[in-house]
């Protein structure tokens, strides 16, 4: 047996998967824990998705689509609010916005987190209260806080000493810096507490090397929250951390707790200012194959609560009001992604071993996570029921590179055939978000679908969005 590439073996000339990839005893069915609550598969092999043939869905508005199972989405909102009960659950729209979700997100009664004026135009033109927006982001300009500031945005979390002086600035401007009422911009110092997440390099933030936050070993989160409180107009309502993304275990959730709470403690002491409240940020995993096992959101809740507790006892310290901020958690696991298989080509590797690529209409443009992070998806015949055994394959997009793919390694029918369609589950976060026009891909629609009916909440892009932009020839 020899090994080409890492967790790939080649036993005589077999193509094999990953070690942890099984082949299944049957290759039609459904893993529930990747899929969205009401997702299943009929007689026939069909999908169905909140009451409807996923076939059915996209006859009418063509592949490659997102679909969005609402029930699905509220419930993990839900889910968050209650398991997070007297803690205040901001939803990360960086995951996936639009004004539908906006909607849905108010009405579950959770808050907001926006990391753009885009992101926050999209939430106010769905109605959404700002008083109940948090506004994140490591390079604001003065006129992007202006701007928030005037909204009557929630709170601002500042990232920078720059940005605490713009936004000093901005208060003053407006008079807020000797406000007869006392009223003030709410203000959240983003800590970077030295934590080594286990995730990919590119979606942990709480290393000290990287672009976000305060240290609190090199003494900058201390200094900036002096600053903030020394700042007439703004009001330090406290520290928050976010470790990173796709996080299992609360363990790195404990040691950021613990080091951002004796930081906490020390303002206090020093400073003379109990701030009121913390944030844990966001960060839950989801499973995006059978090797992730998350935890639900009660599981963290209850660890979390507890940290706390006892750090506080420990620290002689209120405990402060924790809010958090999940965005995969809620989104990822209500979307899938369906595509319709094109081109399946088998491709003769060193060794004898073959490997067929299945190609689809989409592919990076709409989900570079793969390219991007090695992230690992799964996927399904999503139109009919097949007798034929199951085949390793690798599921690739339509663009102009070679790391265009989809779903690294899956079994699949060894029929599959063009016409076929595809369905990819845990697409909801950063997925559509992240979509882009490479080759002048239009960006794919977003289907809410629930109780039988199907909306469009996000339409397809279309060749005049894309010419739009495009003034070069009369
Ligand atoms: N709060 C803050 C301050 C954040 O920066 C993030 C994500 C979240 C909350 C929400 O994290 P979540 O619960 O969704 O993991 N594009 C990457 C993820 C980047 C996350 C950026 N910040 C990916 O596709 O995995």
Redesign the pocket.
């Known amino acids: 047996m020899t090994t080409h590439e890492a967790g790939w073996a080649h036993a005589e000339g077999a193509l094999k998967g990953p070690v942890w990839l099984r082949e299944p005893t049957d290759v039609n069915a459904l893993v529930p824990s990747l899929w969205s609550t009401t997702a299943h598969k009929d007689e026939h092999g069909q999908l169905r998705v909140g009451g409807l043939a996923v076939a059915d869905v996209v006859a009418n508005v063509n592949t490659p689509a997102f679909l969005l199972d609402e029930e699905d989405f509220r419930a993990r909102a839900r889910a968050f609010r209650d398991a997070f009960a007297g803690w205040t659950v901001f939803y990360?729209a960086?995951?996936f916005l639009c004004t539908a979700v906006a909607r849905w997100v108010a009405e579950e009664g959770l808050s907001l987190?926006v990391?753009s004026d885009g992101e926050l135009t999209v939430a106010l033109r769905a109605g959404f209260d700002p008083a109940r927006i948090g506004y994140?982001g490591n390079n604001k300009t003065v006129t992007e806080l202006r701007r928030a500031v005037d909204l009557g945005v929630g709170r601002i979390?500042v990232d920078s000493f720059a940005e605490i002086e713009r936004l000093a600035m901005v208060a003053a401007d407006i008079g807020l810096a000797d406000d007869s009422a006392g009223r003030a911009v709410q203000v959240m110092v983003?800590v970077t507490p030295g934590v080594e997440a286990h995730t990919?390099e590119?979606?942990a933030?709480a290393h000290e090397d990287q672009k976000?936050g305060f240290s609190i070993t090199g003494g900058d989160a201390f200094e900036a929250a002096r600053r903030v409180l020394a700042a007439p107009g703004l009001e330090l309502l406290g520290l928050?951390s976010?470790i990173g993304?796709?996080i299992f275990d609360s363990s790195g959730f404990e040691v950021a707790a613990r080091r951002v709470l004796a930081l906490h403690a020390r303002i206090s002491d020093e400073l003379g200012v109990t701030p009121p409240e913390m944030d844990l940020?966001?960060?839950?995993g989801i499973a995006y194959t059978t090797v992730d096992d998350p935890s639900d959101p009660s599981q963290l809740v209850t660890e979390m609560g507890k940290i706390v507790e006892h750090e506080c006892a420990a620290l002689g310290i209120p405990e402060p009001r924790l809010s958090i901020?999940?965005?995969?958690?809620i989104v990822g696991p209500a979307m899938c992604t369906v595509y319709t298989v094109g081109t399946v080509k088998q491709v003769a590797l060193d060794g004898g071993a073959r490997r067929t690529y299945v190609s689809v209409d989409g592919g990076m443009s709409d989900n570079i996570?793969t390219a991007?992070?090695g992230?690992d998806y799964s996927c399904t015949l999503a139109s009919r029921r097949s007798a034929a055994p199951p085949m390793l394959a690798r599921v690739v997009g339509k663009h102009c590179e070679a790391g265009d793919i989809v779903v690294k390694d899956e079994f699949l029918p060894a029929d599959l055939e063009a016409g076929d369609l595809l369905a990819v589950p845990g697409t909801g976060?950063?997925c559509r978000s992240?979509a882009s026009n490479y080759n002048h891909a239009l960006r794919p629609p977003v289907i809410a679908v629930r109780d039988g009916a199907s909306r469009v909440v996000v339409r397809r892009e279309t060749v005049d969005d894309l010419l739009a932009t495009d003034v070069g020839v009369e």
């Open positions: 990360a960086k995951a987190d990391a994140h979390i983003r990919h590119y979606i933030t976000f928050h976010h993304s796709q940020g966001g960060g839950f901020e999940p965005g995969r958690a996570r991007l992070y992230a976060a950063y992240m």
